[in-house]
């Protein structure tokens, strides 16, 4: 679920409102919470987040690598000596 806000993103960039996204961000999330299911299989289940995303899109986002890819340039950037 940590990754829920670049799900949306991600939809956002393909066309859909906000509300929209956050719609059906949400409603995958809620699922999770109530059942413990996995966030990335209920996303790629999703009939409406496939028609914007695709399996290896969704993986990319899900994806930690992703989301840490510019750690050492933020690390050298604020620890500047």
Not at 14 to 30: C, F, H, L, P, W
Not at 47 to 70: F, P, R
Request: with cysteine.
């Amino acid at each position: 679920l940590i990754f829920s806000q670049e799900v949306l993103l991600a939809l956002i960039n393909k066309g859909i409102t906000r509300e929209d996204s956050y719609s059906i961000v949400q409603r995958n999330a809620m699922e999770v919470w109530k059942t413990g299911s996995d966030f990335s299989k209920l996303l790629i289940k999703d009939k409406e987040v496939c028609k914007y995303l695709t399996t290896k899109e969704i993986n990319q986002i899900l994806d930690i690598k992703h989301s840490i890819k510019k750690k050492d340039k933020i690390f050298k950037k604020i620890f500047k000596k």
